[in-house]
């Protein structure tokens, strides 16, 4: 590794050759990188080096699995708690219990998500009694930002947050938020802002109005709505064709300014079965770095039990059309419940309710147990994750340290006030 591409020119070390201490500091964790910063000058210079934290994190990527975090609820505070499952080096038909992840921003409540993580960099939806706030952190080097409310916000009148999504361009090397905003005086009409880490600023994208309406179900706060890949994100709308309400998978690349509409693979007539329940048979994930679609002939709800199986379509994001990947075979009681993880593994979930009585015989209350599986897709293998102590809803997320600074971030400390950072706007939740 040569070190003039860092501009190091000081000598690191009397005993050693400059490109061979680059070579080592490129193999060590990012732990120990943080703790060397202090060592000297130059050796901080180099670890804050944009082209060294950019080669450090791609050889760890290469050399080893994502962890996966799994958000939910504490099965006995409620709390919303977060776990990491350290990579998997090889299938194993148990998963030992994952680790406690501290996420340090307090008390939040059940609707608190993550809305998407890219290159060490998790993006969270912060909420708790006093308000809201979106949050970039990077829980390696104990940094995050806290992002600023929109301008746009206060000009469209009463809002909700109909989805988020978070993810990171490769090619201006820069992060983005999409925020869809459902107006308030109109469930068919929606904006979209999108924020940019780079600027740190919003900007508002026009809308034709073709899509009536955005799918998500708002009972189910972390369920997978919006995806991000490679810098474009997508999400499933609903639109009047032929005067029949139909889906259409709706996109928007980082630095566009237009929405661009893309067909589902099976033309999908009468979709919205009841605009309460906004039943949908149709989920986006993000399988291995391509866009995935679901396509289930379930209708409870939103979600998608493997009872029936269901089709696996993947999208060629130049030709903008779909192929079917695989069917996946029915499995009687398991729910899918999050997006796909890594190597084609989904997070799922079998519930398992016990009723409890009295000496006398009287019902007291249900007992629920729910126990969590990566799921292989392509070789039906199930690996369980042993004492996880999360209850439903899940989130899951790929996740791997990294030395990407927050531009602009603030320093962790044990617990961070959030009162400082919150926008209390409860139509906003």
Known sequence: MNSDQFGQETMFCPFL??????????????????RFKSVSKPFSSLIKNPNFISKQHAKTTQEKPPDLLIMGRHH????????????????????????HFDVPFGVTSEKTRI????????????????????????????????????PNVSSLGKLTVTDLGFGYHPGNDDYMIVRLLNVAMSRRKYEVEV???????????????RVLQVIRPFW??????????????YWVGVEVRNEEMCSVVVSLEMTGEELTFILPPIEHHGIVVDLIREATTLRLFNLNE???????????????????????WVLNEELRTWSRMLKVEPIEGFLLEAGFWENSKALVAQERKEMCYDENGEYVYTKGETKL???????????????????????????????????????????????????????LF
Not at 301 to 307: A, P, T
Request: charged fraction near 20%; proline fraction near 8%.
């Open 17 to 34: 050759p400059g490109d061979i201490v680059i070579d080592i500091l490129l193999r060590l964790p990012v732990k120990s990188l943080s």
């Open 76 to 99: 006995n505070t409620l709390e919303v708690t977060v776990r990491l499952i350290n990579s998997l080096t090889k299938p194993r038909h148990v998963i030992p219990p994952p680790l």
């Open 220 to 233: 189910k706060p972390m369920a997978p709505g919006m995806i991000v890949v490679k810098g474009v994100a």
């Open 195 to 209: 924020y940019m880490l780079s600027t740190n600023s919003w900007r508002k994208i026009a809308s034709d109005g």
């Open 290 to 312: 391509s866009l995935a679609l679901i396509y289930s002939t379930n209708l409870e709800k939103v979600d998608i039990w493997l009872n029936n199986g269901f089709d696996i």
């Open 115 to 150: 809305v998407g993580s890219a290159n060490g960099l998790v993006c969270l939806n912060l909420i708790n009694h006093n308000g809201v706030a979106i949050v970039i952190w990077n829980p390696a080097i104990k940094t995050f930002k806290p992002i600023p409310k929109s």
């Open 373 to 427: 599986f990566l799921y292989d897709v392509t070789t039906g293998d199930f690996e369980i994750i042993e004492n996880h102590e999360l209850r439903a809803p899940f989130q899951a997320y790929s996740y791997s340290e990294s030395l990407v600074p927050v531009n602009g971030g603030v320093d962790v400390v044990k617990e961070v006030d959030l009162s400082k950072f919150l926008d209390f706007d409860p139509l």
